[in-house]
């Protein structure tokens, strides 16, 4: 179905939501911090980026501002997945551009179809 980046620091997140994603057909590509994501998504342009929040380095509202304002990469979607749920982090994630923003550990059929929605199938 679609390319995703998955931007996520935790071996333990990576690998669940991979599992999560590739049962429903998607392609995932996984890279563990900001920086290195940002390179992987202006090399590959994913269908859509999965960002947490919480990375070492640049965080995810950072990655997700530099993401929106590049031109290379500004019409690809950010949907934030972080453990940080209060509704000011979720207006900041969306500030910076993010499309979507989803509270871990997410619900399996709410996050694939807020992932639909954002690549329109």
């Known amino acids: 179905m679609a390319r995703i980046l998955l931007i996520e620091d935790s071996p333990t997140d990576t690998a669940v939501l991979t599992q999560l994603l590739e049962r429903h057909g998607h392609q995932v590509m996984a890279s563990n911090s900001a920086e290195d994501g940002i390179e992987v998504c202006r090399r590959e342009l994913p269908d859509l980026v999965l960002m947490d ?32 749920g209060m509704d000011t982090d979720r207006a900041w994630g969306l500030r910076q551009g993010a499309r979507d923003y989803i509270v871990k550990p997410p619900v399996e059929s709410e996050l694939v179809s807020r992932i639909n929605e954002l690549i329109g199938a």
């Open 53 to 84: 929040v919480v990375l070492p380095g640049m965080n995810g509202f950072q990655a997700t501002r530099a993401l929106s304002r590049d031109a290379a990469t500004s019409a690809i979607p950010v949907l934030i997945v972080s453990t940080k």
